[in-house]
């Protein structure tokens, strides 16, 4: 028996409430002797480590650097090598484009292409209006093809989602994307015999909006990457029992939490938003996803002390969750995001849980070398969930 | 390879010696600053803890709160989430029914019923004397029917097993049993097609048992629960290559050390018992499994007080084990039993290893807190057996 059907024989609604928050890619390494967390004043952090028990998490498993998806799913109890995201899906789905059983959607990017060229991936960051106006233009003038349906959504800047709508579209595609710039625009390639219809399509597409976009002076040419099909995944209702929400900012966050049966509940662009959102929703759910996303942002960027500062400026808003009183607060990180390493990376994450049920350890910082020390020990990201729902008391007993 | 086929492939006999002394239950939570086994008076247990290494470890995984049965079997290196176990095989075995493969088992109680309902489900704990005439007097008169064999056995006050024996009986039905006084007594229903013919039977039985008991005052009904029927599971000896003992009280521990080829010695009812059997039947065993359960018992009853006087009941004997300088000496909990959660939880068993192949680590006390820093770290209980059996150089090399 594997852990997810152990879940749904044994979880069970309850009155009871989690909070999960994650400082996305918050772990990190020592610059100068100490890493961001280290670095970081943050009393309200550290008073909840001491007030509860530590430990560090690996997403995937030691080693293994995760993307968004696989360490999310992971935090919210999906084995992360057994249900596979595309991008293209999140992005998708965090965007408010309906996707259907019969759907292929792409990331994709205006691009400026010349001489043969892809000079700037980015079109030169068009203005989101711009990004509107062009693909309203294609939706309109790109050319039908028979059974098949395209349509083009804006995003901010020069993102947009593809959707392709036909009988039999399969998502083992390379991306169509030369990666950097000075190279020609490249077409994607079935990766598996069943997606030969999709890549012709795809390949088709990327040639209508060259051709309709010609006179563009800088989003004259599409890239995609990400090709995915809506996946069949569980929810958090049927796993779980639980009637979750999601209060995050970015489409690739709601796009996942929306995919797993959570109510993505509507919220502002300041951090200050989070908390307001969580404190007005509070008596219609019993499960709390807040996602904060500068610690990731600027652990992307290298910079080391914007890290820190983002990290400082969350601090002073944990007493708000406090003071709601849930039964089970664990703070952590999908996966590191060292500054050092300006990127994802495979070290584990800072863990803390505070129930009523859980005691208190030594641990009096939330960092990554005082979790290390706790008494959760180091395990893998999936054990959060059964860890929670059990503090929670949503698990009953296995077997006699 | 999975580590049941490694063990078989690994495993040789050799002379040396193994004790694995299960606390039941001890593991607990703080109250007032303190759990059980930081508040008990422990000398001889703590000094254990100083002359070799611990850890903690997972019944299951974590936040799984085990039944007994799951949390035994991962003790003894088997997987709880591949081998099932009912409470009635447990109970039969334990009781020394003995189950063939026909045979199907389960729980019985009897009950008082009145006016169509359950007004006591336990028949005011009728006294073991009229529960073995009323059974003797059932196994005379209950009604005969073609191609069946039916057979009850007294257990303590009310208590009984059931056992029926014929062609095709399966297991998967749902327990006779209104669970709360007040109630009407319920059928077993089919959880699967192939269990009804079982069903059939058993409702059968319970409506001969009453029509039989009619005129008892209290004993007038059968509540039955737990059906099931023999597993097919690996020997211990099969498995491992031991010769393997189980000192224990209760029927339930005594009926799963049956079931995995364990030697269940003749063993009195004081705790001192325990240590006398160990003591006289040491020569012909190298694994010899104690369950002590009153760690266990007081913890359900969430009498904080007596779980400590329980482990401090116990401690003084340890020096009985130690004196026949056993290779490989073990002191754990199967789940942990918090006396302030009334009953089995998810948290961690503390764990103890002493063996001359196994050094010494920081550890100074045989409590959860302590162990949590302990040399081996935190694991899932299944990996107790492979521990045990290489410090008792058990097993040999894998691969060249």
């Not at 979880?11 to 409430?17: A, E, G, L, N, R």
């Not at 001489?115 to 068009?126: H, K, P, S, T, Y």
Request: proline share 6%; charged share 25%; glycine share 10%.
């Amino acid at each position: 028996m594997e852990w997810e059907e152990l879940a749904r024989e044994l979880s069970q609604q309850t009155d009871t409430k989690i909070v999960l928050l994650v400082m996305d890619g918050v772990g990190g390494l020592p610059a100068d002797g100490k890493s961001e967390l280290e670095a970081a004043r943050k009393p309200n952090l550290d008073g909840l480590a001491k007030a509860g028990i530590c430990g560090v998490s690996d997403p995937v498993m030691m080693g293994i650097t995760p993307g968004s998806g696989p360490a999310h799913l992971a935090l919210f109890g999906y084995d992360p090598l057994k249900f596979h995201l595309g991008r293209g899906i999140l992005e998708a789905l965090g965007s408010g484009v309906e996707v259907g059983r019969n759907d292929l959607v792409a990331r994709g990017n205006f691009a400026t292409v010349m001489g043969g060229l892809v000079v700037d991936r980015r079109a030169g960051r068009i203005p989101t209006e711009e990004n509107a106006r062009i693909c309203a233009y294609l939706n309109e003038h790109l050319p039908q093809r028979q059974g098949v349906e395209v349509r083009v959504f804006p995003g901010k800047e020069h993102r947009f989602v593809a959707r392709f709508t036909a009988e039999g579209l399969a998502d083992a595609l390379s991306d169509a994307d030369p990666q950097k710039e000075g190279r020609a625009p490249v077409p994607t390639t079935p990766l598996a015999p069943e997606a030969a219809k999709a890549s012709g399509l795809v390949n088709l597409f990327m040639d209508d909006v060259a051709a309709v976009l010609k006179d563009e002076p800088k989003a004259n040419a599409a890239l995609l990457r990400g090709f995915s099909k809506f996946p069949s995944i569980p929810t958090m209702q049927a796993l779980f029992k639980l009637r979750p929400a999601a209060i995050a900012n970015y489409p690739m966050y709601k796009g996942l939490a929306k995919l797993l049966g959570m109510d993505v509940l509507a919220v502002g662009g300041e951090t200050a938003d989070l908390f307001e959102a969580l404190e007005k929703n509070w008596d219609e759910h019993d499960f709390f996803y807040i996602h904060y996303k500068r610690t990731d942002s600027t652990g992307e960027d290298g910079n080391m002390s914007a890290k820190v500062a983002a990290i400082e400026a969350l601090d002073p808003f944990l007493p708000r969750i406090t003071a709601l009183k849930p039964n089970v607060l664990v703070v952590t990180s999908d996966h590191s995001t060292p500054s050092a390493l300006k990127g994802h990376s495979w070290h584990p994450n800072p863990f803390l849980l505070v129930a009523g049920t859980a005691g208190v350890d030594d641990v009096a910082a939330f960092t990554e070398r005082a979790c290390a020390k706790g008494y959760l020990g180091r395990f893998r990201s999936i054990s959060a969930m059964p860890l929670m729902l059990a503090h929670a008391l949503k698990l009953q007993k296995y077997g006699a």
